[in-house]
C-alpha cells in the first residue's frame, strides 16, 4: 500500500518550476501563506510555551511539513529558528525547494518521500499536513503515518477543504473556472473532507483536537482572515496523546 496518487504527482510536478513565482500559477498560496504561517507560529508558540523572540520564536523545534512543494512553508519556519524537515512525493518539487533554499542560505532537510515510505526515524515536534490530504491515495495510511513521525505531547495541523456545497462554488467554479486562480482540475470535490471525518480519523490514532478554525477570502480586500466559520477552509490542530 502506498499514500502517493501518482496522477496528483504528476499534476504538481508540471507546475514545479513556479512554485516561488508569486504572480505564478501558485498565487492562491503565495497569498495565502501570511495567515496559515501566523496561525502556526501563534499555536507552536503557545503549546510549546515558547518566548516569541523575533528571530528565534520556534528555535530547536523540530519541524515536518510533509507535502511540502516549493518549500513555502519551510523556509520561513527555518528562519525562524525551527529544525525543518520538508517533504514531497515529487522529485521536481523537491529539487526546486532545495535549490531555493541554498540560494537564500537556509539549511533545510529535503527529501523526496512520502509519511509512509520515510525510513528516518525521527521524530518530530510539529508535523505539518498543509493542503496535501485531499491529494493522497490512503487517507488513513496517511494519518497513521504522520502520526507515527510526531512525539508525544507533539501537535500535528490539518489544512484542507471542506466537502459542502459552497466549497464546490468556491474552491472549484470560483477559484478554478471563473477566477482562474487554479488550474482547472486541481482539485476533486469528492477527495474534501469534513472536520469530523478528519477528527474521528485522527481520535482513531490517539490524537486529540485542541482547536479548529476557519480561513476566510474577502474579494473585496484581497485578503484572508481567521474565522469560525469552516464551510470552505480550515484548519485543525490535533495533540498527540
Not at 29 to 46: A, E, G, Q, V, W
Not at 93 to 114: D, P
Request: proline share 2%; hydrophobic share 40%.
Amino acid at each position: 500500500m502506498t499514500t502517493i496518487n501518482q496522477d496528483e504527482i504528476q499534476k504538481f510536478s508540471r507546475l514545479a518550476d513556479e512554485w516561488w513565482d508569486a504572480n505564478g500559477k501558485f498565487k492562491p498560496l503565495h497569498s495565502f501563506n501570511p495567515i496559515r504561517l501566523k496561525y502556526i507560529i501563534d499555536k507552536c508558540t503557545s503549546h510549546f510555551k515558547l518566548k516569541n523572540i523575533k528571530q528565534n520564536t520556534l528555535y530547536n523545534l523540530k519541524i515536518l511539513d510533509i507535502g511540502c512543494g516549493g518549500g513555502l512553508i519551510c523556509e520561513p519556519l527555518a528562519r525562524l529558528g525551527g529544525k525543518v524537515t520538508g517533504i514531497d512525493a515529487s522529485y521536481k518539487n523537491i529539487e526546486i525547494a532545495k535549490i531555493h533554499a541554498k540560494r537564500s542560505h537556509l539549511k533545510i532537510n529535503y527529501l523526496c518521500t512520502s509519511p509512509d515510505q520515510y525510513k528516518l526515524k525521527d521524530k518530530f515536534d510539529v508535523v505539518l499536513n498543509l493542503e496535501v490530504v485531499e491529494h493522497v491515495e490512503n487517507l488513513d495510511l496517511f494519518l497513521k503515518s504522520a502520526s507515527s513521525l510526531l512525539k508525544k505531547d507533539g501537535i500535528m495541523f490539518v489544512a484542507t477543504i471542506n466537502r459542502t456545497f459552497e466549497s464546490y462554488l468556491k474552491a472549484i467554479i470560483g477559484a478554478e473556472y471563473v477566477l482562474r486562480w487554479l488550474p482547472i482540475g486541481t482539485h476533486d470535490w469528492q477527495k474534501f473532507l469534513k472536520p469530523e471525518e478528519i477528527e474521528k480519523k485522527l481520535s482513531l490514532l490517539d490524537l486529540e483536537k485542541k482547536n479548529l478554525d476557519g480561513l476566510k477570502f474577502n474579494i473585496l480586500s484581497n485578503s484572508w482572515s481567521l474565522s469560525k466559520d469552516c464551510s470552505v477552509n480550515y484548519i485543525m490542530v490535533s495533540k498527540k496523546n
